[in-house]
């Protein structure tokens, strides 16, 4: 079997998930490569995030094997390296979490710090407030988790993925909960976090927001790839048609691909 390359930050083999006998996911392969901003869409139960949980290693397969390109050590050293060098947003956040916006910010931190001490260092604060700073969530910095509205808690799980940084993010579906204005606004973090070199998966029903974001979009369907390839190539009328079980109209210009179901075209006239 090959090695891969280090300039493969996850390659997944035959992967699968078959959770109580009945298969979720899989068997799929799957490549990543360094630098990727891939986007994966599907509908409802196709399966998105628990490719995105078993990519982070928070599912552990039932077939295949995954391999990270960059990872170092073995054991407990591994799994320390993978969780600094892994950013992982889900889709839900919990609920009832007993901590302030800040001090979730900051727990972003906890990978980095010193393993036996495990205190924060002024770095760690440093990087926690610009963090906050940067998603408009310093006034709210000392509000309890528990008070917050959906979308003020999204910006809040990206706050914390910021301050933790790392070289490759997985994003379970950032911008569902967002008003218009940080939608755009997570859009160019995402943009940001990837100009600067980071490898990203990203999932989310806003194809709009995939035509404008990815390198590559892969199409999920009943758990496995239907199809991939650039925004233009797969992001068609035809295919969208097939993925979702609904008229698409996809206007193409040289600004980019505008995207929506057609049953939407009608509500709008
Ligand atoms: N599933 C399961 N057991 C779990 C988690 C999920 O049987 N512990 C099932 C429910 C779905 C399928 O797996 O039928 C895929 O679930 P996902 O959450 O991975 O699906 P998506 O993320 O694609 O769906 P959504 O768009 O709703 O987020
Ligand atoms: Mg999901």
């Excluded at 073995?74 to 001090?103: D, K, M, W």
């Excluded at 295919?239 to 057609?262: H, M, N």
Aim: glycine letters at 10%; a neutral charge; charged letters at 20%.
């Amino acid at each position: 079997m090959s090695q891969p390359s280090a300039a493969l930050p996850l390659v997944a083999d035959g992967l699968g998930w078959n959770p109580g006998g009945t298969r979720v996911l899989g068997p799929l392969d799957l490549t990543v490569q360094r630098g990727e901003l891939l986007v994966i869409v599907g509908p409802n139960g196709a399966g998105k995030t628990s490719l995105l949980r078993l990519l982070g290693g928070l599912l552990e397969p039932d077939t295949g094997t995954l391999r990270w390109g960059k990872l170092r050590g073995a054991g407990a050293e591994r799994r320390r390296n993978r969780a600094r060098q892994l950013v992982y947003l889900p889709q839900l956040s919990p609920l009832s979490i007993p901590l302030t916006v800040r001090e979730f910010v900051r727990l972003g931190r906890y990978p980095h710090r010193d393993r036996w001490t495990l205190s924060a260092t002024a770095q760690d604060h440093e990087i926690t407030e610009s963090a906050l700073a940067r998603l408009e969530l310093l006034e709210m910095a000392d509000r309890s988790m528990v008070s917050l509205s959906g979308g003020e808690r999204q910006r809040v799980s990206l706050a914390a993925a910021l301050a933790q940084g790392g070289a490759v993010w997985l994003l379970d579906e950032p911008t569902t909960y967002l008003d218009p204005r940080h939608q755009v606004e997570i859009a160019s973090i995402l943009q940001a976090v990837h100009r600067d070199g980071h490898t990203l998966v990203v999932t989310t029903h806003d194809l709009n927001l995939a035509a404008q974001l990815a390198t590559r979009v892969v199409a999920l369907e009943e758990g496995r790839i239907l199809a991939q390839g650039a925004p233009r190539e797969l992001l068609t009328e035809e295919q969208l048609e097939t993925l979702f079980g609904v008229a698409f109209t996809v206007e193409s210009s040289p600004q980019g691909l505008r995207i929506w179901p057609r049953a939407a075209e009608g509500a709008r006239s």
